[in-house]
């Protein structure tokens, strides 16, 4: 039976083969592929480049101005250095100046203070002096009569204290 069968199909002629086209397949198929080629060239694809091209315009807009602050962000970083080094000093300097003024007016106080000290010192040596002078002056006259109370003890005999004044008061004065 199968030999009938491979003998009927021989008779009837060859198969179409589905893997190679026929000719009216492929003519439509070369219409249809330039007619898809043609839309997508001249109306499909040039939106589609013109948005690529401006997406690729944007980002390098963005570079160049991205470039163009971090060149700027440098140049404004360097002023910012400098008008910071130059308060700096200039902080310095005023700091230096108050200092110096500070010291001025510390030395000039001190003077002060130092001259007013010395003239406190003379005038209490002063009185110190003065008041000595008023208590021996003030006590000779007993310290006499006393040293020649003492003396005339001493001695056994009355002294006369007009007379020995002078001896008094050159040992007063010697001390």
């Known amino acids: 039976m199968n030999l ?7 008779d009837a002629g060859d198969p179409p083969n589905p893997v190679i086209p026929e000719i009216n397949e492929i003519v439509w198929a070369a219409i249809f592929f330039i007619a898809l080629w043609t839309l997508m060239k001249y109306v499909l ?5 013109r948005a690529m091209e401006n997406r690729a315009n944007t ?12 060149a700027s962000l440098g140049s404004t970083r360097r002023d910012y250095e400098g008008s910071l080094a130059d308060a700096r ?3 310095n300097e005023i700091i230096a100046a108050a200092r110096a003024s500070a010291d001025e007016r510390r030395s000039a106080l001190q003077a002060e203070a130092d001259a007013e000290i010395a003239e406190l010192r ?7 002096d003065q008041a000595r002078a ?33 001896v008094i008061d050159q040992a007063l004065a010697a001390e």
């Open 4 to 10: 009938m069968l491979v003998l009927a199909a021989e």
């Open 89 to 91: 000093n200039e902080a």
């Open 134 to 166: 008023d208590a021996l002056s003030g006590m000779s006259g007993d310290v006499a009569t006393l040293a020649v109370s003492a003396a005339g003890a001493v001695l056994g005999r009355s002294l006369d204290a007009g007379a020995q004044q002078s």
């Open 45 to 49: 694809l040039p939106p589609i480049t």
């Open 122 to 128: 003379r005038s209490a040596q002063s009185e110190i």
């Open 59 to 70: 980002i390098q807009g963005d570079r160049d101005a991205a470039d163009a602050a971090t």
